[in-house]
């Protein structure tokens, strides 16, 4: 079975773009979570989804920071315009819900420069 | 405080070891328990879920005292490859929101 498929894998640019990072969910799973991890700071929640709505975004470091889930099965996370603090992996997980544990993807290694 | 807490180690062991690891979590109405692993560069990945009797798979046991607010994780006869991150996890109410512990750093050497 498919995993959750994150790309790119690594992505470095200059500070002032826009980034945009995508996320594919596990057949079947109904919730989504974007997460950012750094040495200083490790695993931190951005925003996740039930069903296509986002919940909970208290996590969304900025204005700068967006993120969509135009169908069941697909998000992206969308920083605009990027700076250099905004270098980190980020991790997309889903689940089926409930209190079922997350499946991660193999996360995206964004530098800004 | 932090929502869950880990010693992060590292802990050194030689092959053949056994090593247990603590977590702490601050909120009471948590339902779910999970230990994650996570190799250099890569995801986390689920290692075990924790239930509240206790449970075990292979060579690792997880542990939950509800009372005290701790969960554990025994891992025996230590392999080269158990080197990793172990992450503790909890969520925070009924639902989908998970909080991640920082994370011991396990290093088995030979």
């Known amino acids: 079975d498919a995993g959750v498929i994150q790309s790119p894998r690594h992505e470095v640019t200059e500070m002032g773009q826009e980034v945009t990072l995508r996320c594919k969910l596990i057949s079947g799973h109904n919730s989504l979570f974007w997460y950012r991890q750094t040495m200083m700071r490790g695993l931190e929640l951005l925003i996740y989804f039930n069903n296509n709505v986002p919940i909970d975004d208290s996590g969304m470091p900025e204005d700068r920071f967006s993120a969509k889930m135009p169908n069941a099965s697909f998000s992206t996370l969308k920083i605009q315009p990027s700076e250099p603090r905004d270098s980190a992996v980020y991790f997309c997980?889903?689940?089926?819900?409930?209190?079922?544990?997350?499946?991660f993807g193999d996360g995206t290694r964004l530098s800004i420069l | 405080r932090k929502e869950v807490e880990q010693d992060p180690g590292p802990f050194n062991v030689p092959e053949g070891a056994t090593v247990a690891f603590n977590c702490t979590y601050s909120?009471?109405?948590?339902?779910?328990f999970f230990w994650y692993r996570q190799d250099c560069r890569k995801e986390p990945k689920l290692l075990m879920s924790v239930y509240s009797s206790g449970n075990e798979d292979g060579r690792f046991t997880a542990q939950l005292n509800r009372a005290s607010q701790y969960i554990s994780l025994l891992i025996r006869d230590s392999k080269l490859s158990d080197s990793a991150t172990y992450l503790c996890?909890?969520?925070?109410?009924?639902?989908?929101?998970?909080?991640f512990g920082a994370g011991t750093i396990l290093r088995v050497k030979s």
């Open positions: 909120n009471s109405a948590s339902q779910s």
């Open positions: 996890v909890v969520n925070r109410e009924y639902g989908n929101k998970l909080v």
């Open positions: 997980a889903s689940t089926r819900g409930g209190n079922q544990p997350q499946h």
